[in-house]
């Protein structure tokens, strides 16, 4: 059973517009919503993170919104640009130490 | 300079031989994981390790072994029961809610 599925699989953008990343959750018990984003052939990095007793979060151009009642976050990226293009993953970590449940990746492609 | 140190970054093996990834780091992090990635595919859990001389097997444990004598370290060992083991190989560490990626090892096995 998938813990946390995330839509869409590849999304492609025009460069200045905003990029919009779906992810929902079954268990309730998580507590901490972080978006990762990976570059080709790098590893994942943690890109900005959540926590369900607020509604959005916004670092720069990043904005996380998040819906407690229908178990669903999103990812935006306003103002894309051609250095966003990366992959994305939403994660659930349901306690310290435990299995990190990771979305299935988004494919990001900022078109100039 | 802490962090996460894969190596090495490009690892190419004949089939049939066993392989072993190295995995160190200096975050003081009790918890440690072993993802493999697929080429456009998501990250798929192998192992991960809570605390020293203990580890759990995640989704996809066939073909693979660790071993964790130490806290800084936690290698992987692609066995040649691995029927697929062309993969790019993540290590992550894990303090209370994040997790902290290596750079990854990119195994070619022909």
């Known amino acids: 059973q998938q813990q946390v599925k995330q839509s869409p699989q590849s999304l492609i953008v025009q460069k200045g517009g905003i990029s919009i990343i779906n992810c929902a959750y079954e268990n309730t018990a998580f507590d901490y919503f972080p978006w990762y984003q990976q570059f080709p052939g790098k590893g994942p990095a943690l890109l900005i993170a959540i926590r369900p007793d607020v509604s959005e979060k916004k670092e720069g151009r990043f904005t996380i919104s998040f819906n407690k009642s229908a178990k669903q976050f999103s990812l935006h990226i306003m103002d894309s640009q051609p250095g966003d293009s990366a992959t994305y993953f939403c994660?659930?970590?349901?306690?310290?130490?435990?299995?990190?449940?990771f979305g299935t990746g988004t494919s990001l492609t900022v078109i100039p | 300079d802490g962090g996460i140190t894969q190596s090495p970054k490009y690892l190419f093996r004949k089939e049939g031989q066993n392989v072993t990834l190295s995995c160190e780091q200096n975050l003081n992090h009790d918890a440690m994981y072993w993802y493999r990635q697929d080429p456009g595919q998501g990250l798929r859990l192998i192992y991960y390790s809570q605390i020293v001389n203990d580890f759990q097997k995640g989704d996809i444990a066939e073909g693979y072994s660790v071993s964790r004598e130490k806290k800084e370290s936690f290698p992987l060992t692609v066995t040649s029961a691995q029927k697929n083991p062309t993969a790019f190989y993540l290590c992550?560490?894990?303090?209370?809610?994040?997790?902290?990626f290596g750079p990854g090892t990119r195994l070619t096995v022909t």
């Open positions: 992550a560490t894990q303090d209370r809610y994040e997790q902290y």
């Open positions: 994660a659930a970590p349901p306690n310290t130490g435990n299995q990190f449940y």
